[in-house]
């Protein structure tokens, strides 16, 4: 099969809580006809991800057009999960024109690319382009790197050197594999922060990349489907230092689902998240809730202390009005703290 018959596949990578779902939900509804199919994956105990895009009420996009995998990452469980999830979409009476593959935060780009090169599916199917999602706000507080300057002197000085700092690691490994960088949630930072936190990512990239700026995810899907990388036939241009799965370890982060029941007011459910966000090595608290006399779900998502909270959906009927919350932090972090703090 030629590269024009070949079914164009869109990695969307980034960071923590940068926004790859919400920018993929606008994707979703703004396809224009188009059918997308989404693969999607999170690290940790709950699917919260796919459950969020299913409840859009999204004309067009079907049960069967998400496909989640919360069980691993899609970069270390690549025979195991991603090949046969992929293989399911292409196998389908009417296959999708192009699929949207929603990485883990902690996911490496790089390996998932490789295996596009795998005999099951290289003849079937393309990276059109690796998105990475960048949290603008995070970087310009300096959340993946307590001094930039001395790491990359550093890494100038001593090409061997391993960086202390797993999250910096995964952050530029994300970087390193985009074909196109989304620049987010610039209508949070002020005119000081960005042209420091567009130097900060050109510093990282071996390569001519561009950066998009916007807000809340909304990019044109013209921008970010089209771009023709063919990037699992170009993976020499994309350094890395997790050249494999095997390099890559998540036995730097634990995750923890948390069980919580019904709040007075969403304020108060965002007050808990705040504190149970102050623990040490906490990065990510993100979930949904009931809330007394509402008939919709309350989503909460927490990166550091910039907590947001909107209601997503209304509980179905056959619904346990169950909440929970996913925490995901550095090995070792407060558990017991963090599940004392949310749960009031």
Sequence with gaps: MSDLNKIPCTIVTGFLGAGKTTMVRHLLENAGGRRLAVLVNEFGDLGFDGSFIEGCGIE?????????????????????DFVPALNTLLNRPNPPEHILIETSGLALPKPLVRAFNWPDIRSRVTVDGVIAVVDGPAVAAGAFAEDP?????????????EHENPLEEVFEDQLLCADLIILNKTDQMDAGELPRVLAEINEHLPRAVKVIETAHGKVDPTVLLGLGAAAE??????????????????????????????????????????????????????????VN??????????????????????????????????????????????????RG
Excluded: Y
């Design 233 to 290: 036939a170009d993976l020499e241009s994309r350094p890395s230092h997790h050249e494999t799965a095997e390099d890559h370890d998540h036995d730097d982060f634990d995750s923890v689902a948390i069980p919580v029941d019904a709040v007075a007011t969403p304020e108060a459910l965002v007050a808990r998240v705040e504190r149970a966000a102050e623990a040490e090595g906490v990065l990510r608290i993100k979930g949904f809730a009931p």
């Design 60 to 80: 067009g996009c079907t049960q069967e057009d998400i496909v989640e995998l919360p069980n691993g990452c899609l970069c270390c469980t690549v025979a195991d």
């Design 293 to 342: 006399g509402k008939p919709m779900r309350l989503v909460v998502q927490g990166v550091g202390r910039r907590v947001a909270h909107h209601f997503d959906r209304p509980w179905k009927a056959d619904e346990a009005r169950d909440g929970r919350l996913v925490v995901i932090g550095l090995k070792g972090f407060d558990v017991k703290a963090v599940e004392a703090a949310l």
């Design 149 to 161: 300057e001395a790491l990359e002197a550093q890494r100038a000085a001593d090409t061997s050197v």
